[in-house]
């Protein structure tokens, strides 16, 4: 039952195609992440962007900012190492979903007026290596072939 859930999760086109995609991708929602819970890189940690997610209406808005931002942070390491990649996809995606119509989708297309341009680019990239898979050299390759 194990390896046949873990074969359906790790399955993927094997080729190197989907690695251009999860490097910068899986670096950009780390960063991302890390500004929401660790305060890296500028960003206002946990307590801040939960305040902010309270303010624009996300409540309860600490939590929110808890599973947003460890969402992008451990889902881009998923990414970067290739490790179950469809499931860290599919949440990379809902939390895009939900960034452009609770935050952006208001402010228009660009982000020059704090629009979904972005959020949508990040959606459009999870969901394709939802689909893909994580593809030739990732750990879920190297499961499969485990299981195999």
Same mark, same amino acid.
């Given at each position: 039952?194990?390896?046949?859930?873990?074969?359906?999760?790790?399955?993927?086109?094997?080729?190197?195609?989907?690695?251009?995609?999860?490097?910068?991708?899986?670096?950009?929602?780390?960063?991302?992440?890390?500004?929401?819970?660790?305060?890296?890189?500028?960003?206002?940690?946990?307590?801040?962007?939960?305040?902010?997610?309270?303010?624009?209406?996300?409540?309860?808005?600490?939590?929110?900012?808890?599973?947003? #931002?460890?969402?992008?942070?451990?889902? $881009?390491?998923?990414?970067? =190492?290739? +490790? %179950?990649?469809?499931? &860290?996809? *599919? @949440? !990379?995606?809902?939390?895009?979903?939900?960034?452009?119509?609770?935050?952006?989708?208001?402010? #228009?297309?660009?982000?020059?007026?704090? $629009?979904?341009?972005?959020? =949508?680019? +990040? %959606?459009?990239?999870? &969901?394709? *290596? @939802? !689909?893909?898979?994580?593809?030739?050299?990732?750990?879920?390759?190297?499961?499969?072939?485990?299981?195999?």
């Amino acid at each position: 039952m194990f390896k046949s859930l873990l074969k359906k999760l790790t399955a993927s086109n094997p080729s190197w195609s989907t690695l251009a995609l999860r490097i910068p991708i899986g670096i950009t929602f780390m960063a991302h992440g890390g500004q929401k819970l660790f305060a890296w890189f500028g960003g206002y940690g946990l307590e801040g962007t939960g305040q902010w997610m309270a303010s624009i209406g996300i409540e309860p808005g600490y939590q929110m900012a808890l599973m947003a #931002g460890s969402a992008e942070f451990f889902g $881009g390491i998923a990414l970067l =190492l290739g +490790l %179950l990649v469809r499931p &860290a996809a *599919l @949440m !990379l995606s809902i939390t895009m979903l939900v960034a452009i119509f609770s935050v952006h989708f208001s402010n #228009g297309l660009f982000m020059s007026n704090n $629009g979904y341009e972005f959020a =949508l680019a +990040l %959606l459009a990239a999870s &969901a394709s *290596l @939802m !689909l893909s898979g994580a593809g030739k050299l990732s750990v879920d390759n190297l499961l499969r072939q485990r299981c195999s």
